[in-house]
């Protein structure tokens, strides 16, 4: 709601809103404000940004949470990229077909894939939640 109120609503007639040749930047920029936001937290948060969302119902290692920030991040570089690519060379109506189905199947595969992939790798570190109960 912030952002509507900040950034939207005065916006909201300019040619940032309405011109298809502004509208194309829109869904690449969010994604890589994404991506970066991911990889930052890193920064910050030893197990990142995913781990804080939900991931302390889960018992999974550092190494985990890092590779599952990274993959997340990898995904929405990929479709920024991608969405990128195509506003430049197909049409404005493939684009918007590209941009309304992409994102969801990606999201679909990704969550699907990529944690499972993860989860049967093994984990040299425990999580934090396990070590704390570990010592009890």
Known sequence: ???SVLVVLPLKNSAF???PRFFVWKPPVLWGSFAALLLLAHAVLP???????????????TAFWRKLSFAAAALFVCLAVVSVVLAQTVSFESWANFKTAA???????????????????????????????ARR
Do not use: C, H, W
């Open 103 to 133: 994102p969801l199947a990606g999201l679909l595969l990704f969550s699907l894939i990529v944690p499972r992939r993860l989860a049967l790798e093994p984990q040299p570190s425990v999580a934090p939640d396990a070590q704390k109960a």
């Open 47 to 61: 197990n990142g940004l995913v781990y804080v969302l939900g991931g302390r119902r889960l018992n999974q290692g």
């Open 17 to 19: 809103i309405t011109e």
């Open 1 to 3: 709601m912030v952002f």
